[in-house]
């Protein structure tokens, strides 16, 4: 339904990583309006109908709109734990990266 005809991405690419982009493209997309009914929902100086009117709209929107809905991925390897949002890379191929290895007791030392 929202997916893109041609991929923009510069990674390691399997189903996940191209649900995640799509995701982080149509919530991108739709930000701006869904604040706009967030907005008139909760105010309450307006009327009850425009604002049950906006509830409603807002409820019908796509899953995909939601921020909740976007995942923080790996670049390198796709894996949705232990991602390190600053690089967007998990724990194992930022340590591959800057050249650390793990020890036995989970602390980083140069090699």
Not at 38 to 58: K, M
Not at 60 to 74: D, E, F, G, I, L
Request: hydrophobic residues 40%; charged residues 30%.
């Amino acid at each position: 339904m929202f997916r893109a005809k041609k991929l923009d991405l510069s990674c390691f690419v399997n189903v996940r990583i191209i649900r995640d982009h799509t995701k982080r493209k149509v919530f991108a997309q739709h930000e701006p309006e869904r604040q706009a009914l967030r907005y008139i929902v909760r105010n309450t100086a307006l009327a009850p109908r425009t604002r049950a009117t906006a509830h409603l709209e807002l409820a019908r929107m796509h899953a995909y709109t939601r921020s909740t809905q976007v995942k923080n991925r790996c670049l390198e390897g796709g894996k949705g734990r232990g991602v390190m949002r600053d690089f967007r890379l998990a724990r194992v191929s930022f340590c591959l990266a800057v050249g650390m290895v793990w020890v036995r007791v989970g602390l980083m030392s140069r090699v």
